[in-house]
């Protein structure tokens, strides 16, 4: 019921207004994480990219992941909401060509 409850409300609501909201669910996410989640996000980064960036990078880099992930989240469940023509508004496809060869 309440997952039908959040789709009812995600259905009448603008997408650019869902995409915002997810954002700052991810925002606030971040801090909630407790230090030792936010610690082992840190420790991913460093090991995946190594001395390319600084832990500034890292720091604004793991940030960011939480506000496109919540956002991203949200908009998926907005996305069985829409009709196939709202949803082809949206998109861009590039490099359709490299599929074709």
């Not at 230090?35 to 832990?55: M, P, S, T």
Request: with cysteine; hydrophobic share 50%.
């Amino acid at each position: 019921m309440a997952f039908r409850a959040v789709e009812s409300l995600l259905k009448i609501l603008p997408l650019e207004f869902i995409w915002w909201c997810g954002r700052a669910l991810g925002h606030v996410a971040w801090h909630l994480a407790g230090k030792k989640y936010r610690r082992l996000v840190l420790n991913n980064l460093r090991i995946a990219f190594g001395r390319e960036h600084d832990e500034a990078w890292r720091l604004a880099t793991a940030r960011e992941h939480f506000r496109s992930l919540f956002a991203n989240v949200l908009c998926g469940f907005k996305l069985p909401t829409m009709t196939l023509e709202q949803i082809e508004a949206r998109l861009t496809l590039e490099g359709l060509d490299h599929v074709q060869a």
